[in-house]
């Protein structure tokens, strides 16, 4: 079992910028792949970035550049630095992790963009 619990969310300007971070209840270095997940109202949950351990970070194309996902391996913790956010990145916020085959979602955070 893993759980996960995200924080950092809120309001913030177009232009700001909010770090989320995501504590996992087990190792990370145990975890097969961590990741963020969005969804906005009457939308899709969809990724946003991506890590697998020992692998390749991915990206969706509308946030490359502007957000950083980085593992934090001594505090078991995910991290998204999120830049030059844009009304369009409102939405709740999901960590996400598969442990062998299993996955296993945070409770999300919600984050607003608006001026």
């Known amino acids: 079992q893993v759980q996960l619990v995200e924080s950092g969310g809120g309001l913030v300007q177009p232009g700001g910028s909010l770090k989320l971070s995501c504590a996992a209840s087990?190792?990370?270095?145990?975890?097969?792949?961590m990741g963020w997940y969005r969804q906005a109202p009457g939308k899709q949950r969809e990724l946003v970035a991506f890590t697998p351990n020992g692998g390749s970070t991915t990206y969706r194309d509308s946030v490359k550049d502007r957000f950083t996902i980085s593992r934090a391996n001594a505090e078991n913790t995910v991290y998204l630095q999120m830049n030059s956010l844009k009304p369009e990145d409102t939405a709740v916020y999901y960590c996400?992790?598969?442990?062998?085959?299993?996955?296993?979602w945070g409770q999300g955070t919600q984050v607003t963009v608006s001026s």
């Open positions: 087990r190792s990370i270095f145990s975890i097969n792949a």
């Open positions: 996400y992790a598969r442990w062998f085959d299993t996955d296993y």
